[in-house]
């Protein structure tokens, strides 16, 4: 992905975490575990399940629809960054050779369903992911990691890393186009390049802390940072909580598609 | 080379969540008794020059394939092992949710792979004695190329085993660490020169930054390796007891690898021990029923080397499976649709 | 007796790499009033502000806030009396959002968190950035920065309001506004500049510093005036009273 791709995808990304609609107006912690909970229960699902798994594009889908993020958007950025789990997963086919028939018929390696299984496994966790960034604020989520216990050190330079991180990509972006522009073909690209450039990003980036650090004592700074807010768990975030835990453990005990189907099939025949 | 949730097992995921969170713990107590107030603002900013910077590529010379900065080894220098680990989490942190860089529980993994072993293995054990005072351009590059090399080599074996262990992959044991360690280590030397490069232009341009930093935390003050061990150890069977209710009925992935590596089609039968219990464990909690395409017990077992044949299904029930299947998608995007399709007739 | 006073005696200042950057600099400002500081660059402008709030120390000399003196344990009190607005607002709004941001200074004062919302509130409402409260930094545009950079040192109350380079990279219009926010100010200020038309707005008095030491205090409308002492420190007189005819076309 270019350097210039990469950007504006965070900068899309970033402005639709700060929208206001149901889901964004959930509480942070609420989504964090929310996500987390999902992760887990797609991936505690057997390596040649598909079919079970289905289901839980609901919520993924359920969280874009209310949450008013574009779908075309996620699911180009979880194409985008397929490249890993594809190529490892691909092998699954040829090592694993054992023929399965899943219809009359019909029958295929049972590398193919595994792989399946990383490709559905794939896009549901990479999609919630991508949807509990694009839903609640990088900031919002810094919080209710502090709420849900790590440490306030950590948390303090990662609300730090977010603010300038924009700051720094942007100062990158200038130097590398000021490098682009002065070379010819790929001349200029090489690794010496990269050091200088790299070298001097950090320093400026060390001299930028310090500045930093000049306006923080200017107002006051002794050490902690102070923070004012008390958000508290409302009865809506429980609810969400709840409501998405319980669809998760039904999914992973119930086989919905084909409890489905053997109802359809039992009305028809 | 970025773990991926679609390859994770729950228990080799929560596993690594733990030992990950238990490590930005202890790193934090560590850096806030020594903590320098500079520091604060310096980590985070520096967390997003390497954000940046991995951003920007080179042309490897040779090869004409592009490279990338991976950064952990040039924060260790500059800031000591629990600073540089605790921003190399923040980096990956920030990437897991605005990249998608492998998913949320794979980001536990991620975070010790790329975290743990450039900041608290190669840079203590490899870095520090090489470098020695810092001074000497050969010393540095030696320092770095070969603790950029071990770390990546240690990240990616982890990244072979983690993905074993979960056993979503087909791939022998041989196959993937050929495929991975190769490729790091020539990543590692890459690495390497470009840390080295840094640090020699640091060192011209402002010196003081390199001698101001680094070791006023000591590293393993009040931690015995084998303290570590047995507690992530203690970690791995509580989690992996606990969350294989939530798996399936055969840890399918061990077995697999394990038969490929040792050739054998079945796991020898372990009467003893904690394999047995495990075991026993499971069998006892696998109300959880496996789905997919079931081997009945009586069936003929595997023949050597091959995956174990896997009976005809009953058409009836695939099918409907199938169309159950479909009914599904189209009933969940269908409602993702409508809902978004009134959202936009009621605004204006 | 007034608390609004600033005083320089003798203060000199060397950098450790050796540089004599001040060579005895001394002035006394009062209660109210609004002082330029103008000269060429490397002339000393910056060492000279840092010193007011503390951020450095002089070597020799003394500086003195109303009726504490500069030294290294009374920097914290120093620093509630002089706010500085440095000159890039992105190194001063380091918090997740503009609220926090203006909170900043007045949470750090002590103060519980309702008069602590109403200092931020008045603020943001005197540099008209209030519709910004939520909004992180990195989402507001260069005029808008400086305007919360701006609002982030008053909600500390200061005695006195010090800035270097206040409409630096500002669009005509939000020139405009920095200019008419200061005026709008009680706050004694002090503000150090390129931009001559602003001192000249802002500013009743003006100090020209040349090398590490100051060669002319007055009347700002006087010095700013005199192109020949200008044009001695790299400056030139004020757009605004430089009466330029009007040309037909490009210059030949």
Partial sequence: MSFEAAYSGLGRLDRLSYRDTVVHRLDPRAKVVATMLFAVAVVSFPRYEVLSLLPLFLFPVLIAALGDIPAGFIAKKVVAVSPFAVFIGMFNPLFDSAAVAIAPGVSVSAGWISFASILVKFALTISAALLLIATTSFPGICRGLRRLGLPALFVSQLLFLYRYLFVLIEEAMRVVRARDMRSFGNRGAGMRVFVRIVGTLFLRTVERAERIYGAMLARGFRGEIPSMRRETLRPSDAVFMLAAGGFFVLCRLVPVPQTIGRLLGGLAG | ?348 | MSHHLLEFKDVRFRYPDGTEALKGITFLITHGESVGIVGANGAGKSTLLLHMNGHLLPTSGAVTVGEVPLLKETRPEIRRKVGVVFQNPDDQLFMPTVFDDVAFGPLNLGLPPDRVRERVHEALRQVGALALSDKPPHHLSGGEKSAVAIATVIAMEPDILVMDEPAASLDPKSRRSVIGLLNSFHHSKIVASHDLDLILDVCARCLVIRDGAIVADGRAAEILSDATLLAENNLELPLTLQGRPAREGPRR
């Fill in chain 2, 1 to 348: 080379m970025h773990m991926a949730d679609a390859l994770l097992s729950p228990a080799v995921g929560g596993t690594f969540w733990a030992g990950t969170i238990g490590a930005i713990g202890y790193a934090s107590k560590k850096l806030k008794e020594h903590l320098d107030d500079r520091k604060i603002p310096l980590m985070g900013v520096l967390g997003a020059f390497i954000f940046a910077s991995q951003m920007i590529n080179f042309t490897i010379p040779g090869t004409g394939s592009s490279g990338h900065l991976g950064g952990g080894m040039i924060l260790a220098i500059l800031l000591g092992p629990h600073a540089a680990f605790l921003v190399m989490a923040s980096v990956l942190t920030v990437q897991a949710l605005f990249f998608a860089d492998g998913g949320l529980l794979a980001l536990g993994c991620n975070i010790w792979n790329l975290g743990i072993y450039p900041c608290f293995v190669a840079w203590p054990l490899i870095y520090k004695p090489l470098a020695g005072d810092g001074r000497n351009p050969r010393r540095i590059l030696a320092a770095s190329m070969a603790s950029g090399i071990a770390g990546l080599q240690m990240g990616a074996f982890s990244v072979v085993l983690q993905t074993l262990l979960s056993g979503k992959t087909a791939l022998p044991f041989g196959t993937f660490l050929l495929m991975m360690q190769p490729i790091h280590l020539a990543i590692g030397v890459i690495e390497g020169f470009v840390t080295a490069g840094v640090i020699h232009y640091v060192r011209a341009a402002r010196p003081e930054i390199l001698d101001s930093s680094a070791s006023s935390v000591p590293l393993a003050a009040g931690i015995s390796l084998r303290n570590v061990l047995i507690g992530f150890l203690a970690l791995a069977i509580v989690t992996g007891g606990a969350l294989s209710w939530f798996a399936s009925a055969r840890p399918d992935g061990l077995e697999w690898s394990i038969a490929k590596v040792t050739g054998k089609g079945e796991l020898p039968e372990q009467q003893h021990g904690v394999p047995a219990a495990l075991k026993g464990l499971q069998e006892r909690t696998a109300f959880l029923p496996d789905y997919g395409f079931k081997s009945p017990s009586g069936e003929p077992k595997a023949k050597k080397g091959e995956a174990p044949a896997w009976p005809a299904v009953d058409a009836a029930t695939s099918v409907s499976g199938l169309i159950g299947g479909v009914l599904v998608l189209v009933v969940a995007f269908g409602i993702g649709w409508a809902i978004r399709a009134f959202r936009r007739r009621s605004i204006p």
